[in-house]
Protein backbone atom coordinates (compact mmCIF):
# COMPACT_ATOMS: atom_id res chain seq x y z
CA UNK A 1 0.00 0.00 0.00
CA UNK A 2 1.34 3.34 -1.11
CA UNK A 3 2.20 5.61 2.12
CA UNK A 4 0.83 9.17 2.31
CA UNK A 5 1.06 11.77 4.50
CA UNK A 6 -1.31 14.21 6.00
CA UNK A 7 -2.42 15.99 3.56
CA UNK A 8 -2.78 12.36 1.51
CA UNK A 9 0.25 12.90 -1.06
CA UNK A 10 2.15 9.92 -1.66
CA UNK A 11 4.81 9.61 0.65
CA UNK A 12 7.82 8.67 -1.82
CA UNK A 13 11.87 9.65 -2.94
CA UNK A 14 11.23 12.01 -6.00
CA UNK A 15 10.21 15.30 -5.17
CA UNK A 16 6.99 16.43 -4.20
CA UNK A 17 4.51 18.54 -7.23
CA UNK A 18 2.82 21.20 -6.36
CA UNK A 19 0.77 23.75 -8.39
CA UNK A 20 0.41 27.12 -7.71
CA UNK A 21 -2.41 28.46 -9.77
CA UNK A 22 -1.53 32.71 -10.49
CA UNK A 23 1.28 34.93 -10.03
CA UNK A 24 0.79 37.33 -8.17
CA UNK A 25 1.42 37.97 -4.15
CA UNK A 26 0.17 35.00 -3.03
CA UNK A 27 1.38 32.54 -5.67
CA UNK A 28 4.75 34.36 -5.54
CA UNK A 29 5.56 33.91 -2.07
CA UNK A 30 4.68 30.47 -2.03
CA UNK A 31 7.25 29.73 -4.78
CA UNK A 32 9.66 31.21 -3.17
CA UNK A 33 9.21 29.46 0.23
CA UNK A 34 9.85 26.84 -1.76
CA UNK A 35 13.66 27.41 -2.42
CA UNK A 36 16.15 24.16 -1.87
CA UNK A 37 13.23 22.26 -1.02
CA UNK A 38 12.89 18.56 -2.40
CA UNK A 39 9.55 20.35 -4.45
CA UNK A 40 8.77 20.43 -8.04
CA UNK A 41 6.98 23.64 -7.76
CA UNK A 42 4.53 24.30 -11.16
CA UNK A 43 3.42 28.25 -11.30
CA UNK A 44 0.88 28.51 -13.79
CA UNK A 45 -0.25 32.15 -14.80
CA UNK A 46 -2.22 33.40 -17.83
CA UNK A 47 0.53 36.11 -17.86
CA UNK A 48 4.09 36.21 -18.08
CA UNK A 49 4.74 38.56 -15.65
CA UNK A 50 4.31 39.68 -11.64
CA UNK A 51 2.30 42.38 -11.21
CA UNK A 52 2.32 44.85 -8.31
CA UNK A 53 -0.79 46.42 -8.54
CA UNK A 54 -0.82 48.91 -5.85
CA UNK A 55 0.78 51.05 -8.09
CA UNK A 56 -1.12 50.08 -11.32
CA UNK A 57 -2.89 53.46 -11.34
CA UNK A 58 0.46 55.39 -11.88
CA UNK A 59 0.95 53.04 -14.94
CA UNK A 60 -2.47 54.41 -16.05
CA UNK A 61 -1.62 58.09 -15.31
CA UNK A 62 1.75 57.81 -17.06
CA UNK A 63 4.27 58.31 -14.04
CA UNK A 64 5.50 54.77 -14.13
CA UNK A 65 6.21 52.48 -16.97
CA UNK A 66 4.54 49.27 -17.82
CA UNK A 67 8.12 47.58 -16.28
CA UNK A 68 8.65 49.41 -13.38
CA UNK A 69 4.87 48.14 -12.34
CA UNK A 70 5.46 44.15 -14.15
CA UNK A 71 8.58 41.82 -13.92
CA UNK A 72 8.75 38.74 -15.72
CA UNK A 73 7.99 35.87 -13.28
CA UNK A 74 10.94 33.86 -14.75
CA UNK A 75 13.40 36.61 -14.02
CA UNK A 76 11.71 36.76 -10.26
CA UNK A 77 12.08 33.07 -9.98
CA UNK A 78 15.51 32.44 -11.72
CA UNK A 79 17.67 31.30 -9.04
CA UNK A 80 14.55 28.84 -8.02
CA UNK A 81 15.87 25.96 -9.97
CA UNK A 82 12.99 23.49 -8.36
CA UNK A 83 10.05 26.38 -9.93
CA UNK A 84 8.62 26.11 -13.64
CA UNK A 85 6.55 28.74 -14.98
CA UNK A 86 3.94 28.00 -17.12
CA UNK A 87 1.97 30.21 -19.26
CA UNK A 88 -1.33 28.76 -19.50
CA UNK A 89 -5.62 29.52 -18.51
CA UNK A 90 -6.29 27.11 -15.93
CA UNK A 91 -10.32 25.40 -17.10
CA UNK A 92 -10.96 22.73 -14.49
CA UNK A 93 -9.34 20.20 -11.75
CA UNK A 94 -9.59 16.53 -11.23
CA UNK A 95 -9.57 16.50 -7.56
CA UNK A 96 -9.65 12.61 -7.54
CA UNK A 97 -6.84 12.13 -9.71
CA UNK A 98 -4.95 15.16 -8.69
CA UNK A 99 -4.70 17.16 -12.16
CA UNK A 100 -5.13 20.57 -13.40
CA UNK A 101 -6.35 21.26 -16.92
CA UNK A 102 -5.24 24.31 -18.71
CA UNK A 103 -5.35 25.46 -22.20
CA UNK A 104 -2.41 27.14 -23.85
CA UNK A 105 -2.62 30.80 -25.31
CA UNK A 106 -2.43 29.49 -28.77
CA UNK A 107 -5.40 26.46 -28.40
CA UNK A 108 -4.05 22.35 -27.07
CA UNK A 109 -4.48 21.50 -23.90
CA UNK A 110 -2.38 20.62 -21.16
CA UNK A 111 -2.35 18.81 -17.70
CA UNK A 112 -0.37 19.28 -14.47
CA UNK A 113 -0.56 16.66 -11.97
CA UNK A 114 0.23 17.05 -8.45
CA UNK A 115 0.62 16.18 -5.29
CA UNK A 116 -0.58 19.78 -3.60
CA UNK A 117 -2.61 22.25 -5.20
CA UNK A 118 -2.10 26.24 -3.79
CA UNK A 119 -5.17 28.31 -5.55
CA UNK A 120 -3.41 32.04 -5.72
CA UNK A 121 -5.74 33.01 -8.85
CA UNK A 122 -6.56 36.72 -7.61
CA UNK A 123 -10.09 38.36 -8.46
CA UNK A 124 -11.70 40.47 -11.33
CA UNK A 125 -13.58 43.80 -11.27
CA UNK A 126 -17.22 43.23 -10.35
CA UNK A 127 -19.50 45.09 -12.07
CA UNK A 128 -22.74 43.49 -9.52
CA UNK A 129 -24.58 41.88 -12.29
CA UNK A 130 -24.12 44.46 -15.35
CA UNK A 131 -21.21 43.05 -16.87
CA UNK A 132 -21.98 45.38 -20.32
CA UNK A 133 -20.74 48.39 -18.54
CA UNK A 134 -17.18 46.87 -19.20
CA UNK A 135 -17.27 48.25 -22.33
CA UNK A 136 -17.76 51.48 -21.39
CA UNK A 137 -16.48 51.83 -18.17
CA UNK A 138 -12.87 49.66 -17.62
CA UNK A 139 -11.70 48.72 -14.51
CA UNK A 140 -8.26 48.33 -13.02
CA UNK A 141 -6.74 44.64 -12.74
CA UNK A 142 -4.64 44.00 -15.31
CA UNK A 143 -1.74 45.42 -17.24
CA UNK A 144 -3.56 45.52 -19.96
CA UNK A 145 -6.51 47.47 -17.96
CA UNK A 146 -3.84 50.03 -17.03
CA UNK A 147 -2.82 50.64 -20.73
CA UNK A 148 -6.10 50.72 -21.42
CA UNK A 149 -7.34 53.57 -18.74
CA UNK A 150 -4.32 55.24 -19.63
CA UNK A 151 -5.39 55.41 -23.24
CA UNK A 152 -8.97 56.61 -22.39
CA UNK A 153 -7.45 59.53 -19.82
CA UNK A 154 -4.61 60.81 -22.15
CA UNK A 155 -7.10 60.62 -25.38
CA UNK A 156 -9.63 62.39 -24.17
CA UNK A 157 -7.34 65.29 -23.67
CA UNK A 158 -6.11 64.92 -27.30
CA UNK A 159 -9.93 64.87 -28.60
CA UNK A 160 -11.14 67.88 -26.56
CA UNK A 161 -8.55 69.77 -28.22
CA UNK A 162 -9.40 68.95 -31.81
CA UNK A 163 -13.26 69.22 -31.21
CA UNK A 164 -15.04 72.51 -32.34
CA UNK A 165 -18.00 71.62 -30.68
CA UNK A 166 -17.95 73.12 -27.05
CA UNK A 167 -20.14 70.58 -25.93
CA UNK A 168 -18.75 67.70 -27.38
CA UNK A 169 -15.16 69.55 -25.56
CA UNK A 170 -16.90 69.63 -22.48
CA UNK A 171 -17.88 66.20 -22.48
CA UNK A 172 -13.93 64.76 -23.37
CA UNK A 173 -12.87 67.17 -20.57
CA UNK A 174 -15.43 65.34 -18.35
CA UNK A 175 -13.88 61.97 -16.12
CA UNK A 176 -16.28 60.00 -13.67
CA UNK A 177 -15.03 57.23 -11.11
CA UNK A 178 -16.97 54.73 -9.27
CA UNK A 179 -16.24 53.52 -6.44
CA UNK A 180 -14.05 55.88 -3.49
CA UNK A 181 -12.02 53.19 -2.53
CA UNK A 182 -8.44 53.51 -2.61
CA UNK A 183 -8.41 52.49 -6.67
CA UNK A 184 -11.21 55.14 -7.20
CA UNK A 185 -9.24 57.97 -4.77
CA UNK A 186 -6.27 57.52 -6.51
CA UNK A 187 -7.30 57.52 -10.45
CA UNK A 188 -9.16 60.64 -9.02
CA UNK A 189 -6.32 62.57 -7.56
CA UNK A 190 -4.35 61.72 -10.46
CA UNK A 191 -6.41 62.83 -12.70
CA UNK A 192 -7.06 66.40 -11.35
CA UNK A 193 -3.37 66.62 -10.63
CA UNK A 194 -2.61 65.93 -14.15
CA UNK A 195 -5.12 68.08 -15.63
CA UNK A 196 -3.84 70.70 -13.08
CA UNK A 197 -0.06 70.69 -13.10
CA UNK A 198 1.38 68.36 -16.34
CA UNK A 199 -0.76 69.29 -19.32
CA UNK A 200 -1.95 72.53 -18.07
CA UNK A 201 0.23 74.35 -20.40
CA UNK A 202 0.40 72.04 -23.00
CA UNK A 203 -2.41 72.91 -24.95
CA UNK A 204 -3.15 75.86 -27.35
CA UNK A 205 -7.23 75.24 -27.85
CA UNK A 206 -8.43 73.76 -24.33
CA UNK A 207 -7.78 74.77 -20.18
CA UNK A 208 -6.68 71.22 -19.17
CA UNK A 209 -7.67 72.89 -15.84
CA UNK A 210 -11.06 72.75 -16.60
CA UNK A 211 -11.56 68.93 -16.02
CA UNK A 212 -14.04 67.81 -14.36
CA UNK A 213 -13.86 65.12 -12.40
CA UNK A 214 -16.44 62.91 -10.35
CA UNK A 215 -15.99 60.74 -7.91
CA UNK A 216 -19.50 58.27 -6.94
CA UNK A 217 -19.80 56.03 -4.47
CA UNK A 218 -22.69 54.22 -2.80
CA UNK A 219 -21.53 54.98 0.82
CA UNK A 220 -21.39 58.27 2.92
CA UNK A 221 -17.34 58.80 2.78
CA UNK A 222 -14.48 58.06 0.47
CA UNK A 223 -11.88 55.58 2.06
CA UNK A 224 -14.45 54.37 4.44
CA UNK A 225 -11.75 51.56 6.02
CA UNK A 226 -9.33 54.08 6.96
CA UNK A 227 -11.99 55.54 9.41
CA UNK A 228 -13.67 58.69 9.99
CA UNK A 229 -10.25 60.97 10.68
CA UNK A 230 -8.33 59.97 7.84
CA UNK A 231 -11.97 59.44 5.65
CA UNK A 232 -12.78 63.08 6.18
CA UNK A 233 -9.13 64.21 5.63
CA UNK A 234 -9.03 62.49 1.87
CA UNK A 235 -12.12 63.65 1.61
CA UNK A 236 -10.84 67.66 2.20
CA UNK A 237 -7.74 66.77 0.04
CA UNK A 238 -9.93 65.48 -2.66
CA UNK A 239 -12.29 68.57 -2.77
CA UNK A 240 -9.31 71.05 -2.68
CA UNK A 241 -7.95 69.11 -5.79
CA UNK A 242 -11.19 69.82 -7.59
CA UNK A 243 -12.92 66.43 -7.38
CA UNK A 244 -16.63 66.39 -7.11
CA UNK A 245 -17.57 63.93 -4.45
CA UNK A 246 -21.15 62.21 -5.05
CA UNK A 247 -21.47 60.33 -1.84
CA UNK A 248 -24.80 58.00 -1.26
CA UNK A 249 -25.30 57.23 -5.25
CA UNK A 250 -25.57 53.93 -6.52
CA UNK A 251 -24.82 54.31 -10.79
CA UNK A 252 -27.66 52.67 -12.67
CA UNK A 253 -26.45 52.57 -16.44
CA UNK A 254 -23.42 53.18 -18.25
CA UNK A 255 -23.56 53.88 -21.80
CA UNK A 256 -21.21 55.53 -24.46
CA UNK A 257 -22.14 59.01 -23.38
CA UNK A 258 -21.92 58.78 -19.65
CA UNK A 259 -24.07 57.37 -16.32
CA UNK A 260 -27.17 57.17 -14.76
CA UNK A 261 -26.57 58.18 -10.72
CA UNK A 262 -29.47 57.09 -8.40
CA UNK A 263 -28.79 59.79 -5.61
CA UNK A 264 -29.60 59.85 -2.21
CA UNK A 265 -32.98 61.09 -2.47
CA UNK A 266 -33.38 58.52 -5.15
CA UNK A 267 -34.02 60.73 -7.96
CA UNK A 268 -31.83 59.27 -11.25
CA UNK A 269 -29.80 61.76 -12.65
CA UNK A 270 -27.72 61.28 -16.15
CA UNK A 271 -24.40 62.88 -16.41
CA UNK A 272 -22.48 63.31 -19.73
CA UNK A 273 -19.18 62.03 -19.67
CA UNK A 274 -16.47 61.05 -22.54
CA UNK A 275 -14.92 58.52 -19.45
CA UNK A 276 -15.73 56.27 -17.09
CA UNK A 277 -13.55 54.28 -14.88
CA UNK A 278 -14.79 51.72 -12.68
CA UNK A 279 -13.02 50.88 -9.12
CA UNK A 280 -16.27 49.83 -7.21
CA UNK A 281 -16.11 46.23 -6.47
CA UNK A 282 -14.29 42.43 -6.96
CA UNK A 283 -15.37 39.09 -7.66
CA UNK A 284 -13.59 35.43 -7.87
CA UNK A 285 -12.85 34.81 -11.56
CA UNK A 286 -14.31 31.56 -13.25
CA UNK A 287 -11.35 29.39 -11.85
CA UNK A 288 -12.35 29.78 -8.30
CA UNK A 289 -15.90 28.88 -9.58
CA UNK A 290 -14.42 25.24 -11.19
CA UNK A 291 -12.49 24.50 -7.85
CA UNK A 292 -15.51 24.58 -5.72
CA UNK A 293 -17.78 22.39 -7.92
CA UNK A 294 -14.69 19.73 -8.17
CA UNK A 295 -14.10 20.07 -4.44
CA UNK A 296 -17.54 20.76 -2.91
CA UNK A 297 -15.96 23.56 -1.72
CA UNK A 298 -18.15 26.70 -0.31
CA UNK A 299 -17.98 30.14 -2.03
CA UNK A 300 -19.44 33.46 -0.74
CA UNK A 301 -21.51 36.13 -2.09
CA UNK A 302 -17.86 37.76 -4.27
CA UNK A 303 -17.60 33.89 -5.42
CA UNK A 304 -14.47 33.45 -3.08
CA UNK A 305 -13.72 30.13 -1.54
CA UNK A 306 -14.62 29.56 2.16
CA UNK A 307 -11.42 28.26 3.62
CA UNK A 308 -10.76 26.36 7.28
CA UNK A 309 -8.31 28.06 9.70
CA UNK A 310 -5.37 26.40 7.97
CA UNK A 311 -6.50 27.85 4.48
CA UNK A 312 -7.42 24.16 2.76
CA UNK A 313 -10.57 22.80 1.66
CA UNK A 314 -12.64 20.69 3.70
CA UNK A 315 -12.26 16.74 3.01
CA UNK A 316 -9.37 18.15 0.96
CA UNK A 317 -6.01 18.73 3.04
CA UNK A 318 -3.78 18.69 0.12
CA UNK A 319 -5.74 22.08 -1.62
CA UNK A 320 -4.87 25.50 -0.24
CA UNK A 321 -6.51 28.81 -1.01
CA UNK A 322 -4.66 31.65 -0.69
CA UNK A 323 -4.80 35.71 -1.22
CA UNK A 324 -7.90 37.71 -2.51
CA UNK A 325 -9.41 34.44 -3.70
CA UNK A 326 -10.07 33.10 -0.29
CA UNK A 327 -13.03 33.74 2.11
CA UNK A 328 -11.77 33.66 5.84
CA UNK A 329 -12.81 35.55 8.69
CA UNK A 330 -13.71 39.00 6.20
CA UNK A 331 -9.89 39.16 5.93
CA UNK A 332 -8.92 42.03 3.61
CA UNK A 333 -8.56 41.57 -0.11
CA UNK A 334 -4.52 43.70 0.27
CA UNK A 335 -1.56 42.85 -0.37
CA UNK A 336 -0.58 42.21 2.80
CA UNK A 337 -2.81 39.00 3.20
CA UNK A 338 -1.69 37.65 0.17
CA UNK A 339 1.63 37.53 0.88
CA UNK A 340 1.36 36.03 4.25
CA UNK A 341 -1.26 33.53 3.40
CA UNK A 342 1.06 32.05 0.27
CA UNK A 343 4.00 31.93 2.55
CA UNK A 344 1.97 29.79 4.86
CA UNK A 345 0.51 27.95 2.43
CA UNK A 346 3.93 26.70 1.56
CA UNK A 347 5.35 26.69 4.86
CA UNK A 348 2.68 24.06 6.09
CA UNK A 349 3.64 22.07 3.33
CA UNK A 350 7.58 22.37 4.10
CA UNK A 351 6.71 21.87 7.44
CA UNK A 352 4.92 17.82 6.39
CA UNK A 353 8.57 17.50 4.30
CA UNK A 354 10.70 18.13 7.17
CA UNK A 355 8.45 14.95 9.04
CA UNK A 356 6.30 17.21 11.10
CA UNK A 357 3.28 15.97 12.17
CA UNK A 358 1.74 18.61 14.65
CA UNK A 359 -1.37 19.96 13.52
CA UNK A 360 -0.20 23.41 11.62
CA UNK A 361 -1.42 26.61 14.05
CA UNK A 362 -4.33 28.44 12.50
CA UNK A 363 -3.50 31.37 9.97
CA UNK A 364 -2.81 34.56 11.96
CA UNK A 365 -2.96 37.56 9.50
CA UNK A 366 -1.16 40.53 10.98
CA UNK A 367 -2.05 43.42 9.87
CA UNK A 368 0.71 45.94 8.88
CA UNK A 369 -1.56 49.15 7.69
CA UNK A 370 -3.15 50.60 4.65
CA UNK A 371 -2.01 53.42 2.75
CA UNK A 372 -3.71 55.06 -0.22
CA UNK A 373 -2.01 58.04 -2.40
CA UNK A 374 -3.82 61.56 -3.37
CA UNK A 375 -2.05 63.63 -5.31
CA UNK A 376 1.87 65.06 -4.65
CA UNK A 377 2.12 65.56 -0.81
CA UNK A 378 -0.87 64.46 0.08
CA UNK A 379 -1.70 60.51 1.16
CA UNK A 380 -3.23 59.04 3.89
CA UNK A 381 -1.92 55.71 6.05
CA UNK A 382 -3.40 53.80 8.80
CA UNK A 383 -0.60 51.40 11.02
CA UNK A 384 -2.59 49.91 14.03
CA UNK A 385 -3.15 52.98 15.76
CA UNK A 386 -1.08 55.33 13.60
CA UNK A 387 -2.53 57.67 11.30
CA UNK A 388 -0.76 59.91 9.24
CA UNK A 389 -2.28 62.43 6.56
CA UNK A 390 -1.02 65.36 4.63
CA UNK A 391 2.87 65.02 3.74
CA UNK A 392 3.93 63.13 6.71
CA UNK A 393 1.63 60.43 4.53
CA UNK A 394 2.60 61.05 1.78
CA UNK A 395 6.42 60.28 2.83
CA UNK A 396 5.34 57.26 4.94
CA UNK A 397 3.75 56.08 1.42
CA UNK A 398 6.65 56.72 -0.47
CA UNK A 399 8.85 54.26 2.13
CA UNK A 400 6.24 51.70 2.11
CA UNK A 401 5.74 51.20 -1.89
CA UNK A 402 9.47 51.37 -2.46
CA UNK A 403 10.29 48.78 0.26
CA UNK A 404 7.67 46.49 -1.14
CA UNK A 405 8.31 46.85 -5.16
CA UNK A 406 9.66 43.42 -6.41
CA UNK A 407 13.51 44.02 -7.79
CA UNK A 408 16.02 46.74 -7.16
CA UNK A 409 15.87 47.65 -10.49
CA UNK A 410 12.15 48.50 -10.07
CA UNK A 411 12.69 50.28 -6.94
CA UNK A 412 15.70 52.42 -8.00
CA UNK A 413 13.59 53.33 -11.37
CA UNK A 414 10.08 54.29 -9.61
CA UNK A 415 12.40 56.29 -7.35
CA UNK A 416 13.84 58.51 -10.27
CA UNK A 417 10.09 58.23 -12.21
CA UNK A 418 9.21 60.11 -9.03
CA UNK A 419 11.76 62.37 -8.28
CA UNK A 420 10.74 63.48 -12.47
CA UNK A 421 6.99 63.60 -11.86
CA UNK A 422 6.93 65.62 -7.94
CA UNK A 423 10.04 68.15 -8.86
CA UNK A 424 9.12 69.22 -12.42
CA UNK A 425 5.58 68.56 -12.86
CA UNK A 426 6.00 66.20 -15.59
CA UNK A 427 5.17 62.36 -16.80
CA UNK A 428 7.02 60.70 -19.00
CA UNK A 429 5.38 57.58 -19.72
CA UNK A 430 2.80 59.05 -21.99
CA UNK A 431 2.87 56.86 -24.92
CA UNK A 432 -0.47 55.37 -25.87
CA UNK A 433 -2.13 54.07 -29.28
CA UNK A 434 -5.74 55.14 -30.40
CA UNK A 435 -7.24 51.79 -30.07
CA UNK A 436 -10.81 51.87 -27.48
CA UNK A 437 -10.23 55.53 -26.80
CA UNK A 438 -13.35 56.11 -27.50
CA UNK A 439 -16.20 54.26 -24.72
CA UNK A 440 -17.22 50.83 -26.11
CA UNK A 441 -13.69 50.04 -27.63
CA UNK A 442 -14.38 51.33 -30.74
CA UNK A 443 -10.36 51.79 -32.58
CA UNK A 444 -10.75 55.47 -33.99
CA UNK A 445 -8.33 54.72 -36.49
CA UNK A 446 -10.15 51.50 -37.87
CA UNK A 447 -10.86 52.82 -41.44
CA UNK A 448 -7.45 53.81 -41.99
CA UNK A 449 -4.96 51.82 -43.80
CA UNK A 450 -1.86 51.57 -45.31
CA UNK A 451 1.85 50.23 -45.31
CA UNK A 452 2.26 51.26 -41.52
CA UNK A 453 1.72 47.49 -39.85
CA UNK A 454 1.15 49.47 -36.61
CA UNK A 455 -2.50 50.89 -37.24
CA UNK A 456 -4.65 47.84 -37.50
CA UNK A 457 -7.16 47.34 -39.84
CA UNK A 458 -9.73 45.38 -37.98
CA UNK A 459 -11.54 45.74 -35.14
CA UNK A 460 -9.82 45.01 -31.74
CA UNK A 461 -11.06 43.13 -29.04
CA UNK A 462 -12.34 44.84 -26.29
CA UNK A 463 -9.64 42.45 -24.03
CA UNK A 464 -6.63 43.45 -26.00
CA UNK A 465 -4.19 46.43 -26.47
Given amino acids: MTQRTSSGAPDRVEPRRVVIVGGGFAGLFAARAFRRRPVQVTLVDRAAHHLFQPLLYQCATGVLSEGQVAMPLRAILRRHRN ?13 EARVVHATRPTGGDIEFPYDDLILAA ?16 PGMKT ?41 GVELAGQIRELATSTLSKQFHDIDPTE ?7 GGDAPLAPFGPKLSAKAAAALTRLGVELHLGSIVTDVNANGLVVRGPDG ?14 GVAAPPVADELAKAAGGEQDRAGRIKVRPDLTLPGHPEISVVGDVMSLEHLPGVGEVAMQTGYYAAKRIRNELDGKTDPPKPFKYRDFGSAAY ?14 LSGKLGWLSWLGIHIAFLTGYRNRLGAVLSWAL ?10 AFTMQQV ?20 THPSPNTD
Avoid at 211 to 217: G, I, S
Avoid at 439 to 457: E, F, K, Q, V
Fill in 438 to 457: APGGADLYRNRTGDDSSWPT
Fill in 421 to 430: AFSRETRRER
Fill in 83 to 95: VDCVLAEVTGFDV
Fill in 211 to 217: AKVLLFD
Fill in 267 to 280: ASTSYTVGTVLWAA
Fill in 374 to 387: IARGQAVVEVGRVR
Fill in 143 to 183: LADALLIRRRIFGAFEMAQSATDPEERRRWLSFALVGAGPT
Fill in 122 to 137: GVRQSYFGHDEFAAFA
